[in-house]
């Protein structure tokens, strides 16, 4: 009995948005607070270091010419900006990466204003999303801070859009702020060109693809160019020719279907095996949406070539679908006592194993990650200029600008040639300091 009035009572919840909104929010904190104080780990200074490169007015200009980074603009002007307003710290870095996890989580919520979806499919969406674990590196790594802002601008794109075509009278003003927010998507991560299959998606499930294509075309014309300018200097981008981040001729079909999997174990098997049981026509509609925001958001990574399946980090826009696929799984349970228990006590294990696995296993990961350039800081301060390293597993870049960040000073490196591109790299346990190996040499 009480049981039942507590599914009762988490039903009435979740339809007051802004009490919902704070404990989405509250749920986040908790779970990624171990995350917050960490330090930094290797491509956080690259972010840094560009961010103070091209953020500034004098610049932009090379911004512009760079066909990697002004597919990051909006993430290196927020790090620049967030630098001179609150100074440089990981906490305030990795507070920003948790509150935009937490916006994000907001509007997984909204997406209950899409008529196939609903709020009581968008409010257990959101619960999912939040404590996730599978994309779990794009919150705790600021270096993958372009991940959150590409999902932000892309849901509220799509947002707009959705109120577009659902209000009537119609007002132009949505449809323009849908674009912006798209332009500004593509300006965050080049896999935003996903919006505009996802518009199409919209537009089909309003019944206005046919008779409104037109609505379509600035989308795909705006991807098209993107994608376009991309590849008209493949030589100026270091991710088409360093034989190893993407290419064409990748199997993507086969790194997309190991990504999936990866996306939706374990806890899709069962949540697909649910909608199949209990799931009606409704239901079957819905799946079918979001197996297509899933494939949609996962293609465009699926073209690299130096992993059999994506990153966790690049899970984070398809991780709204599959939020959305173990929603839709919850809310087609019977709405008896006893199967509303059932789905309760799923969804109790659904955040107690992911919080686990984040607090334990994934925590000592990062750990282990950020341990490395920490060590290697404490040395450079420790016993000053030069300092010799005999092995680093992140290369000579991020040494340089660990310790020229974090002690804020001037570096310069000099490479003992133990390799064919004199760096002796190892790997993170390997790291050590052994002044009869070939070296590392830092100088201040």
């Not at 009606?280 to 899933?294: G, K, N, P, S």
């Amino acid at each position: 009995m009480h049981t039942a009035c507590l599914v009762h009572s988490l039903s009435r919840l979740s339809k007051k948005p802004a009490i919902w909104l704070v404990l989405l929010s509250l749920l986040v904190v908790v779970v990624y607070a171990p995350f917050i104080g960490m330090a930094y780990i290797s491509d956080d200074y690259v972010q840094i270091q560009r961010a103070r490169e091209f953020a500034p007015v004098e610049g932009w200009a090379q911004l512009l010419a760079d066909p990697l980074y002004r597919c990051r603009t909006t993430s290196l002007f927020l790090t620049y900006y967030t630098e001179k307003l609150l100074g440089l710290s990981p906490f305030v870095l990795n507070a920003q990466s948790l509150l935009l996890h937490i916006v994000n989580t907001w509007l997984v919520y909204a997406l209950g204003a899409w008529r196939i979806i609903g709020y009581r499919v968008s409010s257990a969406a959101a619960f999912f999303f939040a404590v996730y674990e599978t994309h779990q590196e794009a919150i705790i790594w600021y270096a993958a801070i372009p991940e959150l802002l590409q999902l932000f601008f892309a849901l509220l794109s799509l947002l707009f859009l959705i109120h577009y075509v659902q209000k009537r009278p119609r007002s132009s003003g949505l449809y323009m702020a849908s674009l912006v927010c798209f332009v500004l998507a593509l300006l965050s991560k080049e896999s935003a060109v996903a919006v505009a299959p996802l518009a199409a998606l919209v537009l089909w499930t309003n019944g206005e693809l046919r008779r409104r294509f037109v609505l379509l075309l600035p989308y795909a014309i705006l991807a098209g160019i993107y994608t376009l300018l991309a590849f008209l200097t493949p030589q100026k981008h270091i991710h088409l020719h360093d034989a190893g981040t993407f290419s064409l001729h990748a199997p993507f079909y086969a790194v997309l279907a190991r990504s999936t999997i990866r996306e939706l174990w374990v806890w899709g098997l069962f949540a697909l095996i649910a909608i199949l049981l209990f799931g009606r026509r409704r239901h079957l509609y819905q799946l079918a949406t979001v197996v297509c925001w899933i494939v949609v958001a996962l293609l465009p990574y699926s073209f690299l070539t130096y992993m059999s399946r994506v990153p966790s980090r690049h899970l984070y826009f398809a991780s709204v679908g599959a939020a959305l696929l173990f929603a839709i799984a919850l809310t087609s349970v019977p709405k008896s006592i006893r199967a509303q228990r059932v789905a309760l006590v799923i969804a109790l294990v659904f955040l107690f194993q992911n919080t686990i696995y984040l607090w334990t296993r994934k925590r000592e990961q990062f750990l282990e990650r950020a341990a490395v350039t920490e060590r290697l800081v404490n040395e450079a301060q420790r016993k000053g200029s030069p300092i010799r390293i005999s092995c680093f597993p992140y290369g000579a870049e991020i040494a340089e600008l660990a310790v020229q960040i974090q002690l804020s000073k001037k570096v310069s490196v000099a490479l003992r040639p133990s390799s064919s591109d004199g760096l002796n790299l190892c790997t993170e346990s390997q790291f050590a300091s052994d002044p009869n190996s070939p070296q590392i040499v830092l100088n201040w």
